[in-house]
């Protein structure tokens, strides 16, 4: 089970109104420069960006799952209210707010993107389009390595190939979960990099808060 | 994009790059990057446009990249169409829909 049918519940549930879609394709990189999670783009009433992605997490709703605060603490930082604010003073005061971006402005806060880029998402498309047809092959894993490889910066590439990785190899919950090798198998991960050893570089403050506290 | 040939009408190419062929070359939103005026090929409008095109030879595919026209994932602050499905409906969903209301376009994974 994987995609929608994995989301529907969840979206059901929360009684969500908003229109929520399925990215199977990584549209939103190709399109937007979408290399990690929670990211988001504005777009203003003419269709202009006024936003690049940009990590963001809304205020979270009150919650008793711990599992579901530490989540939001980790996204939100110090000030959960301070992403929402910035959404609010733009509803309000559109291209005058603070937060909208000019178009020049937008695209030079783009994500970079050189050719290697381009191939990496290329490699990631082969991946992706050979592992719905065929399974985990060696040969999946050598598509998903050369993105990797290609574009270490980028997660969403990384988190799929893991979760695909362990879903049909190790099924269990929490090695899905965790997207890195799991205690006493740690020679079948095939990959040079795992979930947080990937975070450790590219967010280390987020590493840092995962990190026990004495 | 995933083909098994590169062949491909301007049509197909505009459909899923988001660049269509224009007099003035492959334009998207208020760019355009000449193609040098020969009838259209999807090898050479991808090198224009700074699209990496990977072949799988085992499996009879190539894949092309996305554009990168100025080094920037955003080559302009127009926004490309996007066109994807609701999860309850199927039905898909045209950002282009949404005009004159702002938009957070926000990008999760369920855990």
Redesign the interface.
Known sequence: MGG?D???P???EAGVTL?????DTH????????DN??????????????R??EPGT?APTPTDDPMAQL?FSLMTGDDPEAYSDR?RD??AN?ASSTWAL???E???A??????E???????F??AQ??WRTEGFTD?VLG?FSRAHTLQPENITYK?QAYSAWSYGKRPEEMAR?AQGPTPGHEDEWPFVSDFMADMATYMPEVADRLKPRS | ??TDRLDLTPAEFAAET?WELKPEGACKGDVCVPLGGAPFDAATAADRL?????H?E??G?W??????V???????????E?V?????T?EP?R??S??????????????
């Open positions: 929608a994995v989301l529907r969840i979206v059901e229109p929520v879609l399925v990215d549209r939103m990189d190709a399109l937007f420069g979408v999670i929670p990211q988001n783009v504005w777009v203003d009433e003419d269709g202009m960006i006024v690049p992605p809304p989540a959404v733009w509803v559109g000019g178009p020049d937008v695209i030079a783009s994500k970079p993107r050189p050719k880029v381009s191939e990496a998402a290329a490699c498309e082969l389009h050979r040969e598509w988190r979960f | 994009m995933i988001g700074g699209m990496a095109v990977v799988d085992q499996a595919l894949a092309i990249g996305p554009e990168t100025g080094g920037r994932a955003l080559s302009s602050a127009e926004a490309p996007l994807l499905p609701d999860v309850r199927g969903l950002l282009s949404l005009r004159g209301r702002k938009v957070v376009i926000a990008s999760w994974a369920p855990y």
